[in-house]
């Protein structure tokens, strides 16, 4: 009997051992929003409400925890000391904000008992949890998680990340999606930017960052619909970084569509591309993908030559004007280009002694002509050469065009109009005509 007794407390005490391991290995593994950036870390603290006493069958009991004064609003002690819901009406499997509210005050000046982090949409995980009842804050936005720990559990992020898009809306020619545009030095370019608001979307900031060469036109040119007015506002001094910052307020619905259009100046050449940036905070330092657009403007230039261009010799001060397809001559002020109505208003540029006259910059697509107004001395006016920037084309081709011009030597007299000295060849040559054949009949009659 004493052998027997002895197994049965040895095997006893294993399983106790067992039974204490098995409740402290549990783990809580959560899965971030669908929609999460690649490169965006979410973090996961996770407290614990009540203990738990699980039955390895999925059915687990809660007790209150020996370190917890009283208990939160909506929940109570049954007569055996397991915890229930006060009301007893509604939806019993899921919390009310309310009780949501009071279990977050409950747990507010406790320490997390795990954190799990994530990067983009790989899972989190916390192990080492004993059984039990466990509120998990994230820091994507407003949206807690309340579950069930029996010794392990999957959890998903109900928090849904806020997206925002952006195109351009105004400009001479943009493409099909809207992301790049062709526009002239001086003109407005509008841009449209549609946010989505995320579920629990919290802390919801838009950010724009214009790229030198562009110049937002303030504050005053911003419009933001889908909301009320006193659900945003537009910072008088944006934040570091930015040229335009918009702060949102908390709770604004799911699914909400906000539109926001603003207005920005082209005011230098872009031959390469003028991007502006967009993206949206929100949660605890987190931040969606950023958006980008393009703005692009052309240029024409002129390498002149001295006869033809085979034989590589340049021809200094000539001077160009270029006209567009309204019959308006192009002049630069500053940073703004205009079209005047005579050829006398229009800039000149110069050919120098390498035959290269400065570009025509700053322009948007259409069809242009250059004209040669001033013509070196001794050299003939060259014709007129007409160029098209094309819509929808953004290499470098296009955007930079090079028209290569010819002067010839010599002076050109007209070739209508009068009939000139014509008339005196055709007189002399009748007279020479007419006179030998009086002298051949001569000779024959003397014959």
């Given at each position: 009997?004493?052998?027997?007794?002895?197994?049965?407390?040895?095997?006893?005490?294993?399983?106790?051992?067992?039974?204490?391991?098995?409740?402290?290995?549990?783990?809580?593994?959560?899965?971030?929003?669908?929609?999460?950036?690649?490169?965006?870390?979410?973090?996961?603290?996770?407290?614990?409400?009540?203990?738990?006493?699980?039955?390895?069958?999925?059915?687990?009991?809660?007790?209150?925890?020996?370190?917890?004064?009283?208990?939160?609003?909506?929940?109570?002690?049954?007569?055996?000391?397991?915890?229930?819901?006060?009301?007893?009406?509604?939806?019993?499997?899921?919390?009310?904000?309310?009780?949501?509210?009071?279990?977050?005050?409950?747990?507010?000046?406790?320490?997390?008992?795990?954190?799990a982090t994530s990067v983009g949409t790989a899972k989190a995980t916390a192990t080492g949890l004993a059984d039990g009842y466990y509120f998990i804050?994230?820091?994507?936005?407003?949206?807690?998680?309340?579950?069930?720990?029996?010794?392990?559990?999957?959890?998903?992020?109900?928090?849904?990340?806020?997206?925002?898009d952006k195109t351009i809306t105004g400009a001479s020619d943009i493409t099909d999606e809207g992301k790049k545009a062709l526009a002239q030095i001086?003109?407005?370019?509008?841009?449209?930017?549609?946010?989505?608001?995320?579920?629990?979307?919290?802390?919801?900031?838009?950010?724009?960052?214009?790229?030198?060469?562009?110049?937002?036109?303030?504050?005053?040119?911003?419009?933001?619909?889908?909301?009320?007015?006193?659900?945003?506002?537009?910072?008088?001094?944006?934040?570091?970084?930015?040229?335009?910052?918009?702060?949102?307020?908390?709770?604004?619905?799911?699914?909400?569509?906000?539109?926001?259009?603003?207005?920005?100046?082209?005011?230098?050449?872009?031959?390469?591309?003028?991007?502006?940036?967009?993206?949206?905070?929100?949660?605890?330092?987190?931040?969606?993908?950023?958006?980008?657009?393009?703005?692009?403007?052309?240029?024409?230039?002129?390498?002149?030559?001295?006869?033809?261009?085979?034989?590589?010799?340049?021809?200094?001060?000539?001077?160009?004007?270029?006209?567009?397809?309204?019959?308006?001559?192009?002049?630069?002020?500053?940073?703004?280009?205009?079209?005047?109505d005579t050829e006398a208003e229009g800039d000149e540029h110069m050919s120098g002694k390498d035959g290269k006259v400065p570009a025509f910059i700053?322009?948007?697509?259409?069809?242009?002509?250059?004209?040669?107004?001033?013509?070196?001395?001794?050299?003939?006016?060259?014709?007129?050469?007409?160029?098209?920037?094309?819509?929808?084309?953004?290499?470098?081709?296009?955007?930079?065009?090079?028209?290569?011009?010819?002067?010839?030597?010599?002076?050109?007299?007209?070739?209508?109009?009068?009939?000139?000295?014509?008339?005196?060849?055709?007189?002399?040559?009748?007279?020479?005509?007419?006179?030998?054949?009086?002298?051949?009949?001569?000779?024959?009659?003397?014959?």
């Amino acid at each position: 009997m004493k052998k027997i007794l002895s197994l049965v407390l040895a095997l006893a005490m294993v399983l106790m051992v067992g039974a204490a391991f098995a409740a402290n290995d549990g783990t809580i593994t959560i899965t971030p929003p669908a929609n999460n950036p690649a490169d965006a870390q979410n973090s996961y603290a996770i407290y614990k409400v009540f203990d738990g006493v699980g039955d390895g069958d999925g059915h687990i009991s809660y007790t209150k925890m020996a370190s917890k004064e009283g208990m939160p609003a909506g929940f109570e002690l049954d007569s055996a000391g397991n915890v229930k819901l006060t009301r007893t009406t509604g939806n019993l499997n899921e919390l009310t904000s309310d009780e949501i509210a009071a279990l977050a005050a409950y747990v507010a000046n406790d320490n997390p008992v795990a954190t799990a982090t994530s990067v983009g949409t790989a899972k989190a995980t916390a192990t080492g949890l004993a059984d039990g009842y466990y509120f998990i804050k994230t820091t994507t936005g407003s949206v807690v998680t309340v579950d069930t720990a029996n010794h392990s559990v999957e959890v998903i992020d109900k928090n849904t990340v806020p997206e925002l898009d952006k195109t351009i809306t105004g400009a001479s020619d943009i493409t099909d999606e809207g992301k790049k545009a062709l526009a002239q030095i001086g003109t407005d370019v509008e841009y449209t930017v549609p946010i989505t608001v995320g579920k629990g979307s919290i802390n919801l900031v838009f950010h724009d960052k214009m790229q030198t060469g562009l110049t937002f036109k303030g504050n005053s040119y911003v419009t933001v619909t889908g909301i009320d007015d006193d659900q945003y506002t537009i910072k008088d001094t944006p934040d570091t970084g930015d040229d335009l910052t918009i702060t949102f307020v908390d709770g604004i619905a799911e699914g909400t569509v906000i539109t926001v259009k603003y207005l920005a100046t082209i005011n230098a050449e872009a031959l390469t591309k003028l991007e502006n940036d967009a993206y949206l905070t929100y949660g605890e330092d987190h931040h969606t993908t950023h958006k980008t657009t393009e703005t692009y403007n052309a240029e024409i230039s002129v390498i002149k030559y001295d006869g033809a261009k085979a034989n590589g010799k340049f021809l200094d001060g000539a001077g160009f004007k270029l006209k567009n397809a309204d019959g308006k001559y192009y002049k630069l002020t500053g940073t703004v280009v205009s079209w005047v109505d005579t050829e006398a208003e229009g800039d000149e540029h110069m050919s120098g002694k390498d035959g290269k006259v400065p570009a025509f910059i700053g322009l948007a697509n259409g069809t242009y002509t250059l004209v040669e107004t001033t013509v070196p001395e001794g050299y003939n006016k060259a014709a007129d050469v007409s160029l098209t920037i094309a819509s929808g084309d953004y290499t470098l081709d296009n955007l930079k065009q090079v028209a290569e011009i010819e002067n010839n030597k010599g002076t050109e007299l007209p070739s209508t109009g009068g009939i000139g000295t014509t008339i005196f060849y055709i007189l002399g040559g009748l007279l020479v005509i007419g006179a030998a054949v009086v002298l051949v009949a001569r000779r024959k009659a003397h014959n």
